[in-house]
């Protein structure tokens, strides 16, 4: 089969593997990627990490941040000049960039689908009601990264199949645990992620502000909330145990990772978002790293019994829980073996591969059911 992937995300080289394994499983596959894309959380310039087996390609992208408004104006172009089989857009179904791929992909003959994330049913406005009511008769096969986002989508008045995936998993050769050393005598404590309201890092300094022994908190991230969180480690008296480190590459974080005991996302629910998978649980839970993660979304799911969960904007709870690692080391090691063993079974990037390419199945037989 062959398929045009359009995607944002994949500037990031971690998760050109999805597309890599995509083409091992005979997949003639066409990844479309901008430049860059730029959000809150700071500016992700492409690199290109895993493109062995497909085509990857970089192509213009205007209203570059916009999540609502972005689009790519040459890719009518590509798809005409590739003639794909199935339009993959890799993108929420109220987005111009969705509408637009999904029209042009009927004008080539292909069929398309589309994914999402969004796990709170948000009315939009005019013209972006138009487009997701019309993305949703365009892709008679979506995929969803959390039931939550797939209730939504029904609700919202979705009719065709549905399949929840995540949008993508981990290699477990790359994120994976350190060469055995000496366990450090300190508590080894990271964040990594937006530093943004909703993400709860004024939470997690709450927290490790009250720990009672040796211990160590080392938070990479860029976002709106840099200043205020450097002002409350200041004000909580913690400067000396805790590193405010800026935003790493996919390829920095597989050794991000190998120097911790745990990795804390303690994110809170607000009017307009919820916590959608937390990616980087997943991949500190296949480096053996002890997750610890809020009640927002879909966190518990993707943790299930391999962490530990607290009530949101609780800090107290979440000191406690940080307290209990500190305490018994016997305890982070099982609980990372768990995390492990749960990335393996469930969250692998093959794994996720095999389900979109089932996924590609479905439209292709749907198309033909319909011709």
């Not at 209203?63 to 890799?90: C, K, S, W």
């Not at 709170?120 to 008679?140: D, G, K, S, T």
């Not at 993707?302 to 904007?313: K, M, N, R, T, Y």
């Not at 990037?349 to 089932?358: G, I």
Request: net charge neutral.
């Amino acid at each position: 089969m062959r398929v045009v992937l359009v995607s944002k995300a994949l500037v990031v080289g971690a998760y050109q593997r999805k597309a890599e394994e995509l083409a091992r499983l005979g997949v003639d596959l066409t990844v479309l990627a901008p430049p860059a894309w730029g959000d809150r959380r700071g500016t992700q310039r492409v690199e290109r990490r895993y493109t062995q087996g497909y085509q990857f390609e970089v192509i213009p992208i205007r209203f570059n941040g916009n999540f609502h408004l972005h689009f790519y104006p040459t890719l009518a172009r590509e798809l005409a000049r590739i003639a794909p089989q199935i339009v993959h857009m890799d993108e929420e179904p109220y987005n111009l960039a969705t509408w637009l791929g999904l029209r042009a992909a009927q004008h080539v003959g292909a069929i398309g689908t589309f994914f999402t994330w969004q796990n709170l049913h948000r009315r939009y406005p005019p013209p972006f009601r138009w487009l997701e009511q019309a993305n949703y008769r365009y892709a008679p096969v979506a995929m969803a990264g959390n039931q939550d986002a797939a209730t939504v989508l029904r609700q919202k008045g979705y009719r065709g199949e549905l399949a929840i995936i995540p949008q993508f998993g981990v290699d477990p050769e790359i994120f994976c645990p350190p060469a055995p050393v000496v366990p450090s005598p300190t508590l080894r404590i990271g964040y990594a992620g937006g530093l943004l309201p909703e993400k709860g890092v004024d939470l997690l300094l709450r927290a490790v502000a009250g720990l009672r022994g040796a211990w160590h908190l080392h938070m990479v991230g860029e976002g709106s909330e840099r200043a205020q969180c450097q002002q409350l480690i200041e004000q909580l008296g913690i400067n000396a145990q805790v590193t405010l480190g800026e935003r790493l590459s996919s390829a920095q974080m597989p050794v991000y990772y190998q120097n911790l005991d745990l990795l804390v996302l303690p994110s809170r629910t607000l009017p307009t978002w919820k916590e959608q998978f937390g990616r980087v649980l997943i991949e500190a839970m296949s480096s053996e790293v002890v997750v610890v993660g809020s009640d927002s979304g879909e966190i518990p799911n993707v943790i299930g019994a391999a962490g530990l969960i607290f009530h949101e904007e609780d800090h107290v709870a979440l000191g406690q829980h940080l307290q209990y690692l500190l305490d018994n080391p016997a305890e982070r090691a099982r609980l990372g073996q768990a995390g492990r063993q749960r990335v393996l079974d469930c969250y692998t990037m093959a794994s996720v591969a095999q389900q979109t390419v089932a996924v590609y199945q479905r439209l292709l037989k749907t198309k033909e059911n319909n011709s």
